[in-house]
């Protein structure tokens, strides 16, 4: 088991940026690949981006390509997600989310391909 809080959601404008933070712990943090997921009212949970558990590789989805970056933090069990130029569509509850890597060294970008899930912290933007 792996336990994950999320933090650093608030309300920014338009073109700004946030950093959201993933704090695990109950487990050994650095055998686990990490991804980040977005739920907005009324939608479907969606992939946002993941990151290997050696952080070697990584994956996002097309709508934040080359504004989001995931990262991670071994030493301090913290998987990241820096946020920039947002926009009032990324408004949603954003959640990281937790899997065995089991020896495989990939990213793992679908929701349903992982075990452990945090409660969220909502990012609002406004226009």
């Known amino acids: 088991q792996v336990q994950l809080v999320e933090s650093g959601g608030g309300l920014v404008q338009a073109g700004g940026s946030l950093r959201l933070s993933c704090a695990a712990s109950?487990?050994?943090?650095?055998?686990?690949?990490m991804g980040w997921f977005r739920q907005a009212p009324g939608k479907e949970r969606e992939s946002v981006a993941a990151?290997?558990?050696?952080?070697?590789?990584?994956d996002y989805t097309d709508s934040v390509k080359g504004r989001f970056t995931i990262s991670r933090d071994n030493a301090k069990n913290t998987v990241y997600l820096q946020m920039n130029s947002l926009n009032p569509e990324d408004t949603a509850v954003y959640y990281c989310a937790a899997r065995p890597s089991w020896g495989s060294s990939r990213a793992f970008i679908r929701d349903y391909e992982y075990n452990y899930w945090g409660q969220g912290t909502q990012v609002t933007v406004s226009s």
């Open positions: 109950g487990r050994t943090f650095s055998s686990y690949a």
């Open positions: 990151i290997s558990w050696s952080a070697g590789s990584t």
